[in-house]
């Protein structure tokens, strides 16, 4: 029989899992500290439980992490990694070093169903979702892991079809027996599925990003199919009801293609559409890739675009490139090729 992972395990579900072994209930404590806390890899190390604690686990559970089985170094220090997530199956996660802080883009499926066309990721299909423990593997398993100042879940994958899991994965990364991070070093990005965005705005206080991509929603239903089914306007209306004056964020994300959505006439429209919400607009240059036509806009129109949403009081940043070389940027991650 296939042992469970413990790792990945909410402080419930720990409690549930000692006292099905007849454990007394602290022990889960105890094991969320070793499992989030600490660094081990095996149940012996687990110096503060009892022996007959240990080798009760040990019978039917196993840790469960895994390093990465492949690193990529951009020249921009920039560094790719592929966690297998299945048989024949990989994600990509990508830590981005900057200055004083160090960001991982972190996926929650492998592949994905939303088949944006401007996304790598979108056009290798959809694979599967990750469980807990492939998502938090991620963070855990990474060489660089002490360093992170930041998480972003802007990698493979669209978290709001994935919602169970990824609420899970936020309750350990957010709660004291777990990773104990601030919801605001936190950032999920979607395209704006309800009613998981209802969901999650209701019971997190992680920051929000949105593909925004174009503010007319026949132009934005060409690049991404999902507009007809899930309009972008009945998720701004949703976000709109909470909070995001004081500590959370939200953010607006808009890849730039040339003569797509770059014209003035969409910039004031995405301040229009973007009005009632305190919103950061983050432009994104497009990264080209095999497979797609589209082109990014020029750095001129680029700035164009910026004071036309500054004008209109919407901090605008362009984002700067990272990883391109190594396929890590934006829009680039797909494990397609890993299967052969
Ligand atoms: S942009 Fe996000 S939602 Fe769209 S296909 Fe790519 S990973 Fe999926």
Not at 323 to 331: R, V
Request: charged letters at 25%.
């Amino acid at each position: 029989m296939e042992k469970d992972f413990l790792f990945g395990k909410t402080l419930a579900e720990l409690q549930e899992t000692v006292l099905g072994l007849g454990l007394p209930k602290f022990t889960a404590k105890q094991l969320a500290d070793w499992l989030y806390k600490k660094d081990i890899t095996e149940f012996d190390q687990m110096t503060n439980l009892s022996k007959k604690a240990r080798a009760l686990l040990e019978e039917k559970f196993v840790v469960g992490l895994s390093a990465p089985v492949k690193e990529t170094v951009s020249k921009d220090g920039t560094k790719k990694y592929l966690f297998s997530s299945g048989e024949n199956r990989f994600v990509e996660a990508a830590y981005i070093p900057d200055k004083d802080r160090a960001t991982l883009c972190l996926s929650c499926q492998t592949g994905c169903k939303m088949g944006c066309k401007f996304c790598n990721t979108g056009l290798q299909g959809f694979a599967g979702n990750l469980n807990v423990n492939q998502i938090l593997n991620q963070i855990k398993s990474l060489p660089e892991k002490d360093n992170l100042t930041n998480l972003v879940f802007m990698g493979m994958g669209e978290p709001m079809d994935n919602l169970q899991n990824i609420m899970k994965a936020l309750e350990i990364l957010t709660s004291d027996y777990g990773f104990a991070m601030s919801p605001h070093r936190i950032t999920l990005s979607t395209v704006g599925i309800m009613p998981a965005l209802k969901e999650f705005l209701d019971k997190t206080d992680v920051h929000l990003a949105v593909s925004v991509h174009n503010p007319f929603a026949k132009e934005r239903a060409e690049i991404m199919p999902i507009e007809k089914a899930q309009p972008l306007e009945r998720a701004l209306m949703e976000i709109e009801k909470h909070d995001f004056r004081h500590q959370r964020r939200f953010s607006a994300e808009y890849i730039m293609i040339q003569g797509f959505n770059d014209t003035p006439t969409h910039a004031r429209k995405l301040a229009e559409i973007l009005k009632n919400i305190p919103s950061r607009v983050n432009l994104i240059r497009y990264h080209e890739h095999p497979g797609s036509d589209f082109k990014s806009s020029s750095e001129i129109r680029i700035r164009e675009f910026q004071e036309i949403l500054n004008s209109k009081n919407i901090i605008t940043t362009i984002r700067a490139s990272r990883g391109e070389d190594i396929f890590a940027a934006c829009g680039l991650l797909s494990t397609k090729e890993m299967k052969k």
